[in-house]
């Protein structure tokens, strides 16, 4: 079992017995480069994930669990961040080893929950996936693309984001057209007869 936080380790363990292994991710275990865009523009926008710095003796011990159970059940937060972080443990725990990877739910922490999410196993949600790479992946292009331009032209070290940028834009939109607006003097009649 791959739980998210060192913290539910013994937890979970102590609810399950000792029939199970559990560990933890600590997090993310991949993520895109830090030193390069890490997005393929001309192949649909493809992410290049690599382990995270300082994650590799994580994920070593995380295989080398994996590679002596016959099963793996993700059990990280229920949501899209812990979904990702599923997609990407499956990718590199199951690879083609043919290991049947589970993924266990759970919403509070607590012996009838854990149990329950344990008999009731399901698979990783491609949707949360999809959105948090999405997410992701808008982060990146933005912040890499733009954050630049702020620092040559503004001040360094401000960071652009897929939000703030667009809110902006809204607003010096919204400021052009209220100096572009040009007043006209008119005048309205009502007369009762």
């Avoid at 991949?30 to 710095?53: C, H, K, M, W």
């Avoid at 080893?97 to 491609?126: M, W, Y």
Wanted: charged share 30%; with cysteine; proline share 5%.
């Amino acid at each position: 079992i791959i739980v998210e936080s060192p913290a539910k380790v013994k937890t979970i363990s102590k609810f399950l017995g000792n029939d199970f292994t559990v560990k933890a991710s600590v997090g993310h275990i991949r993520d895109l480069p830090s030193s390069t865009l890490g997005v393929d523009e001309a192949d649909n926008f493809a992410p290049q994930y690599e382990i995270i710095p300082g994650k590799e003796k994580v994920v070593a011990g995380l295989e080398a669990a994996a590679a002596k159970a016959d099963t793996v059940y993700l059990a990280p937060d229920p949501d899209r961040e812990g979904e990702a972080i599923c997609f990407h443990l499956a990718e590199l725990l199951d690879g083609d080893r043919g290991k049947t990877v589970f993924r266990v739910l759970f919403h509070e922490i607590t012996r009838n929950a854990v149990r329950e999410a344990f008999e009731h196993p399901t698979s990783i949600d491609r949707n949360k996936v999809d959105a948090q790479q999405a997410r992701r992946i808008l982060d990146r292009l933005v912040g890499y693309k733009v954050s630049p331009l702020l620092w040559q032209k503004v001040r360094k070290g401000l960071s652009a984001g897929r939000v703030q940028t667009v809110a902006v834009r809204m607003i010096v939109e919204r400021e052009r057209e209220i100096r572009a607006f040009v007043p006209e003097e008119y005048w309205e009649f009502r007369a009762r007869l």
